[in-house]
Each structure stands twice: as structure tokens, then as C-alpha cells.
């Protein structure tokens, strides 16, 4: 099946600092990724929709400019939290679309672990 | 996408298949149905997904009903690694963003 890779998978950083999460395909290429966001003993929350080459959509009550999303390539997308706060800490997973016809689907990385002091 | 519903939790003996239901009376005639799994501190591991035919897989199967109004995903013989949470989620283009609801709770028992 297809594989995708999250780095770092658990991060501590102090309050105001800026994180970059970094989400790959590592053996298909994927034009959409998704960036969702799990806080403890609730059920992912959708954030934004990143397409390669162009802007990320945000869901709504999603800040742009604190969570910046870049996809660059077919295979990399990240996400950067800025001026990271305590209530920023959660478990951020991404997932990408494989577009393999009548076996379409997402694939999800293994989630990174945030937590800001 | 239409809703979803599923029990809150369920639990299963070791061994025996483990038997998920999910309702989706709204869903529409371009809609699959997927089904994802998340193990504690991990990130959703897809399991299998059907428009109108039963499924099977490596994993498990999933019987989808005549009227398509609900299904069923089936482990076959539950170990304790299958114990997660199950989502079932309704969708027409896989390509676009999934909605998680609350999904079921299993838990295999020894």
C-alpha cells in the first residue's frame, strides 16, 4: 500500500517559537494533502486542503497566517505553526490522495505530537 | 457527503470476527463507503471501501446492503492489535476531504 511519512513525530518547543511539520508520499505522488488536527479524546478536525502548486484552503476558524502550509512538490507538504501557543499543542496528522482510479483513497502519516511549553 | 452513524463502542473476543455496523440511510447513488481505523496515538490506517458489491481484502470485508442504507465491516477473527477506533465515512470523490464523526470504539478482549 502507500506509504506516508511525518517528521518530526513529536516535538516540545517553547511558547512563541515557530514549528515546521513535514509531511511526504514516499512511493506515489500526490497532488492534494490534507493537514487535520486531534485533540485528546476527540476525532480529527480537518484544517486546511493543500494542492501542489497553489494556495492551501483553511477550514473555517483555521488562522492562515499562523498555520502556514506549503506543498511544493508532488511528494512534500508542511506545515509550519507559528508563534506557537499551549493551546497549539495537539496531534497534527496529514493524509494524501492516491489517485489510483477504482482504488482511490487517502493514506495517513503516522501523526506528529506537538506540545508547547 | 452523507452522515454517518455508528455505535459508540463495541467489544469482541479474541478470535471470533468482529462485526461493525454503520448506518448512511442519505447516502447517494455516487457515494462510497470507507472505512478507516485509529489505534491509540497513531494515524488513521485505511482499511477497505465499497460502492454496491461486497468487498473483501487482506483486512477485512465489508458488506454494504442492497439499498446501500447501511453496512457492515468484518473482521474475521479479532486479535488485540485490531483494538481502535472504526470510522465509517461516506464519500463521492476520495479525493476530497474526509469528516470524521465519532466512529466505534472496539476493544478485543482476551
Known amino acids: 500500500g502507500a506509504v506516508v511519512s511525518q517528521h518530526p513525530s513529536r516535538v516540545i518547543c517553547k511558547s512563541g517559537t515557530s514549528v515546521k511539520i513535514e509531511c511526504r508520499s514516499l512511493d506515489f505522488q500526490a497532488t492534494t494533502m490534507f493537514w487535520y488536527r486531534q485533540f485528546p479524546k476527540q476525532s480529527l478536525m480537518l484544517m486546511a486542503t493543500s494542492n501542489e502548486g497553489s494556495k492551501a484552503t483553511y477550514e473555517q476558524g483555521v488562522e492562515k497566517d499562523k498555520f502556514l502550509i506549503n506543498h511544493a512538490s508532488l511528494t512534500l507538504s508542511t506545515l509550519t505553526v507559528t508563534s506557537a501557543h499551549p493551546e497549539d499543542s495537539s496531534f497534527y496528522i496529514c493524509?494524501?490522495?492516491?489517485?489510483?482510479?477504482?482504488?482511490?483513497?487517502?493514506?495517513f502519516g503516522p501523526g506528529t505530537r506537538l506540545t508547547v511549553l | 457527503d452523507a452522515k454517518t452513524t455508528q455505535p459508540t463502542s463495541m467489544d469482541c473476543a479474541e478470535g471470533r470476527a468482529a462485526n461493525l455496523p454503520c448506518n448512511h440511510s442519505t447516502i447517494s447513488g455516487n457515494e462510497y463507503v470507507y472505512w478507516y481505523r485509529q489505534i491509540h496515538s497513531q494515524g488513521p490506517q485505511y482499511i477497505i471501501h465499497?460502492?454496491?458489491n461486497n468487498e473483501t481484502n487482506e483486512m477485512a470485508s465489508l458488506i454494504i446492503t442492497e439499498d446501500r442504507k447501511s453496512s457492515t465491516l468484518i473482521l474475521p477473527h479479532a486479535t488485540l492489535r485490531d483494538t481502535a477506533v472504526y470510522y465509517c465515512?461516506?464519500?463521492?470523490?476520495?479525493?476530497?476531504?474526509?469528516?470524521f464523526g465519532g466512529g466505534t470504539r472496539l476493544m478485543v478482549k482476551p
Open positions: 465515512i461516506v464519500l463521492n470523490n476520495a479525493g476530497n476531504m474526509l469528516t
Open positions: 493524509s494524501a490522495f492516491f489517485p489510483g482510479g477504482a482504488k482511490d483513497t487517502q493514506y
Open positions: 465499497g460502492l454496491k
